[in-house]
């Protein structure tokens, strides 16, 4: 590889990504309107990016509503960062609850907390003489945080009933549950600009932002100068590369961007990821670091911590 070709990687991402499909405006003003008919709203977040998977117009959309937040996939996010997380949430007195979707972990924590959440007002409607109210619960997060995947758990363990069923009809999706619960469904709403690069590439580390906005060369590229900083240990681990073979590259007389390219480069010698004529494919070795990332392969890592 060349120096010009290694330099294309050494781009800023730009600010102000656009990326805000016209069905999304016409989401956001659904979910206004259905909120009214809500009790409770669970937040869902991506635990390895609390922060940045974190719809920013949702505080002021939800007003007073009462609100639990989901920190799932949290069998991929770092364990001391995942508790310092749920203290951080806590302290502005927002219950917080880890979850797996995909295992099922927390999904009895989440239902209990929805009850507990909903136990006073409750009991204000049974003094008013109306007995047995539904407890509505709404479901909000941004595209790839796993919210199918937590609504099909929820209904499996729980459900006794469902509703209009997504795809089969436009009307509300209320899913009945247990303990005199129902869910309302509501598609994954980004917002409509990322002004910040690193919410941008987190964002992308984990599949929300497609491809075709920031290039998966580019985005494999951020995420391994993030781990080689924050996480070198799981680095070797997984790509069989020695501490000793990171510092001698590292400490190359280069442009320290130049320097991570060459890693990039060992790591695709090590995982065959070779073209003709002995050169890196570049983009097979981007998508084995990502897959590796996205599926945990690289061990729980969290991208972002309580500061």
Not at 3 to 31: F, L, V
Request: net charge positive; proline share 3%.
């Amino acid at each position: 590889m060349n120096n010009e070709q290694k330099n294309s990687h050494m781009t800023e991402i730009g600010g102000n990504i656009n990326w805000y499909p016209g069905h999304m405006a016409k989401t956001k003003r659904q979910i206004i309107e259905d909120l009214k008919l809500i009790d409770v709203v669970i937040e869902l977040l991506d635990a390895r990016i609390p922060i940045s998977s974190q719809n920013p117009d949702i505080e002021g959309i939800i007003g007073n509503k009462k609100r639990i937040i989901i920190l799932n996939k949290c069998d991929l996010s770092d364990e001391k960062e995942n508790k310092k997380w749920i203290a951080y949430f806590e302290k502005k007195g927002i219950k917080a609850v880890l979850t797996d979707a995909n295992t099922g972990f927390g999904i009895e924590n989440v239902v209990k907390q929805i009850e507990i959440i909903a136990k006073s007002d409750l009991e204000k409607e049974a003094l008013k003489g109306r007995i047995g109210k539904p407890i509505r619960v709404m479901i909000l997060g941004i595209p790839n945080v796993g919210k199918s995947s937590l609504i099909n758990r929820i209904s499996k363990k729980t459900s006794a009933g469902v509703g209009n069923k997504p795809g089969v009809t436009k009307q509300k999706q209320w899913i009945r549950l247990k303990n005199n619960i129902e869910l309302l469904d509501t598609p994954g709403v980004l917002w409509p600009k990322f002004e910040n690069q690193e919410i941008a590439l987190n964002l992308s580390y984990i599949g929300t932002i497609k491809d075709e906005v920031l290039p998966k060369t580019e985005v494999a590229f951020y995420l391994i100068k993030f781990l080689l900083k924050n996480y070198e240990q799981n680095v070797t681990q997984r790509y069989k590369i020695s501490n000793e073979e990171i510092q001698e590259l590292m400490n190359q007389n280069k442009n320290i961007n130049e320097n991570i390219m060459d890693i990039i480069y060992l790591i695709g010698k090590k995982r065959g990821a070779i073209v003709s004529g002995g050169n890196i494919d570049e983009e097979k070795i981007s998508n084995i670091i990502l897959d590796d990332f996205r599926t945990g392969k690289i061990g729980k890592i969290s991208l972002e911590k309580v500061k």
